[in-house]
């Protein structure tokens, strides 16, 4: 397993990242899909997969001779390479782990989503078929259950359901044409499916800030908006009778589940799986067996942001009362994510748990404290905009010794 070569599309996106650096951990030899980069630029952004500050140089004294960085595309033909370099990768290639997508939640006609979720999944898939046999690990994600609120099994996609946003139906779209392709040619395939995914369980770190980043930016916002103000904006709030502004009002279900699971979980538990001959064409939910509800959630993210005022209201409710301003302003930043406050599907994960016993690797229990982490984190760094410019020289070497082609 070690001698083998693997390319990784997505390498430098948040989950992507990590199955780059665990697999690069594990001894593969790896080829990086890095799209329309420049060869510096390319250089620049590996180096994000792996920071190396505080990192000694024998653990990256092999880096050079085991990664390559390809410039190119998944949402083009042949990748977005010439031929002759197109022919030479896939000769190369024991396995694909297809991790790039478009995530952005967008509905209605906007198709910016099928470029990448969709032909990129196609035209990794003629990549499997192209010269030596390949097998392909794919990043799916257990919304192509949509809006379904019974219990969904692993080995189910299409169920008359529909969808939340595009994000969700291109990848169902991918994953109906991925199961069309492996009907009709022999790919050795592994779909994995992780619901949302969050920080680092032991760091807090990530690189996403959308789900409950989204609200607790929201939230902290408003927290400081308020210290300014000091409640004097009679737009914002009207006071109640005992000098307090009201509950923020959230509208959702409180009983609700929202299924988080730390991007460390998934990352281990997706390499281990990997490994196994007897999961090949399998699919693998990757999920929380036992996800937090909203209320849970709202009670936890008070404490983290400082806003103990907040109120999960019913549907009804919300609307029999007019918004005041900082509800309207909350809502408004975190339109895109509100469906999912009002339920999700019980995910089945049957095949996960049965190829994971005995591993020791377990989903962590999301918890007030690993909350207070990911929120810490995100205020640390700015909801994201916080760069990191300090770069010693052990990073400058290792970044000039990687290959770009």
Same mark, same amino acid.
């Given at each position: 397993?070690?001698?083998?070569?693997?390319?990784?599309?997505?390498?430098?996106?948040?989950?992507?990242?990590?199955?780059?650096?665990?697999? +690069?951990?594990?001894? $593969?030899? /790896? @080829?990086?899909?890095?799209?329309?980069?420049?060869?510096?630029?390319?250089?620049?952004?590996?180096?994000?997969?792996?920071?190396?500050?505080?990192?000694?140089?024998?653990?990256?004294?092999?880096? *050079?001779? %085991?990664?390559?960085?390809?410039?190119?595309?998944?949402?083009?033909?042949?990748?977005?390479?010439?031929?002759?370099?197109? *022919?030479?990768?896939?000769?190369?290639?024991?396995?694909?782990?297809?991790?790039?997508?478009?995530? @952005? +939640?967008?509905?209605?006609?906007?198709? &910016?989503?099928?470029? &990448?979720?969709?032909?990129?999944?196609?035209?990794? /898939?003629? $990549?499997?078929?192209?010269?030596?046999?390949?097998?392909?690990?794919?990043? *799916?994600?257990?919304?192509?259950?949509?809006?379904? %609120?019974?219990?969904?099994?692993?080995?189910?996609?299409?169920?008359?359901?529909?969808?939340?946003?595009?994000?969700?139906?291109?990848?169902?779209?991918?994953?109906?044409?991925?199961? =069309?392709?492996?009907?009709?040619?022999?790919?050795?395939?592994?779909?994995? %499916?992780?619901?949302?995914?969050?920080?680092?369980?032991?760091?807090?770190?990530?690189?996403?800030?959308?789900?409950?980043?989204?609200?607790?930016?929201?939230?902290?916002?408003?927290?400081?908006?308020?210290?300014?103000?000091?409640?004097?904006?009679? #737009?914002?709030?009207?006071?109640?009778?005992?000098?307090?502004?009201?509950?923020?009002?959230?509208?959702?279900?409180?009983?609700?589940?929202?299924?988080?699971?730390?991007?460390?979980?998934?990352?281990?538990?997706?390499?281990?799986?990997?490994?196994?001959?007897?999961?090949?064409?399998?699919? +693998?939910?990757?999920?929380?067996?036992?996800?937090?509800?909203?209320?849970?959630?709202?009670?936890?993210?008070?404490?983290?942001?400082?806003?103990?005022?907040?109120?999960?209201?019913?549907?009804?409710? $919300?609307?029999?009362?007019?918004?005041?301003?900082?509800?309207?302003?909350?809502? =408004?930043?975190?339109?895109?994510? =509100?469906?999912?406050?009002?339920?999700?599907?019980? $995910?089945? *994960?049957?095949?996960? @748990?049965?190829?994971?016993?005995?591993?020791?690797?377990?989903?962590?229990?999301?918890?007030?404290?690993?909350?207070?982490?990911?929120? =810490?984190?995100?205020?640390?760094?700015?909801?994201?905009?916080?760069? #990191?410019?300090? !770069?010693?020289?052990?990073?400058? @070497? /290792?970044?000039?010794?990687? !290959?770009?082609?």
């Amino acid at each position: 397993m070690k001698q083998k070569t693997i390319l990784i599309t997505g390498a430098t996106g948040f989950l992507g990242n990590y199955l780059t650096r665990e697999l +690069f951990e594990a001894g $593969f030899y /790896l @080829k990086l899909l890095v799209r329309n980069s420049a060869s510096g630029q390319a250089k620049e952004r590996i180096s994000e997969v792996f920071p190396l500050v505080g990192a000694t140089e024998s653990v990256f004294d092999t880096l *050079s001779d %085991r990664i390559e960085i390809i410039d190119g595309d998944v949402s083009q033909k042949r990748l977005g390479l010439n031929a002759q370099d197109y *022919s030479r990768l896939s000769d190369t290639v024991d396995e694909v782990f297809h991790c790039a997508a478009a995530t @952005k +939640f967008c509905n209605g006609s906007d198709n &910016t989503l099928v470029p &990448t979720n969709v032909y990129g999944t196609e035209h990794i /898939l003629w $990549f499997c078929l192209s010269n030596k046999p390949k097998r392909l690990h794919y990043i *799916s994600t257990a919304y192509v259950a949509g809006t379904r %609120r019974d219990t969904v099994f692993e080995h189910e996609l299409e169920k008359r359901q529909t969808f939340n946003n595009n994000y969700e139906k291109t990848k169902f779209d991918a994953e109906k044409l991925l199961q =069309q392709f492996t009907n009709k040619y022999t790919i050795p395939t592994t779909i994995y %499916r992780p619901s949302i995914i969050v920080g680092d369980s032991k760091t807090g770190f990530t690189r996403n800030y959308d789900s409950i980043y989204v609200f607790g930016k929201g939230l902290n916002r408003l927290k400081n908006y308020e210290m300014r103000n000091n409640y004097k904006d009679p #737009q914002c709030s009207s006071r109640n009778d005992i000098g307090h502004p009201p509950s923020l009002r959230i509208p959702g279900d409180k009983h609700a589940t929202i299924n988080l699971v730390p991007v460390d979980y998934v990352t281990h538990a997706i390499v281990a799986i990997s490994g196994q001959a007897n999961s090949i064409n399998k699919i +693998f939910h990757i999920v929380n067996p036992s996800p937090p509800t909203l209320g849970e959630l709202a009670e936890w993210m008070t404490v983290a942001t400082g806003i103990h005022r907040i109120k999960i209201a019913p549907i009804y409710e $919300f609307q029999a009362r007019p918004q005041n301003l900082l509800e309207k302003l909350f809502l =408004q930043g975190t339109e895109a994510f =509100q469906p999912y406050l009002f339920g999700e599907p019980c $995910f089945d *994960s049957t095949n996960t @748990k049965k190829l994971l016993s005995g591993t020791a690797i377990e989903c962590p229990l999301i918890t007030q404290e690993l909350i207070n982490l990911f929120i =810490q984190y995100a205020i640390d760094t700015n909801w994201g905009k916080k760069k #990191q410019i300090e !770069k010693n020289e052990l990073s400058c @070497k /290792l970044v000039d010794s990687i !290959k770009v082609v």
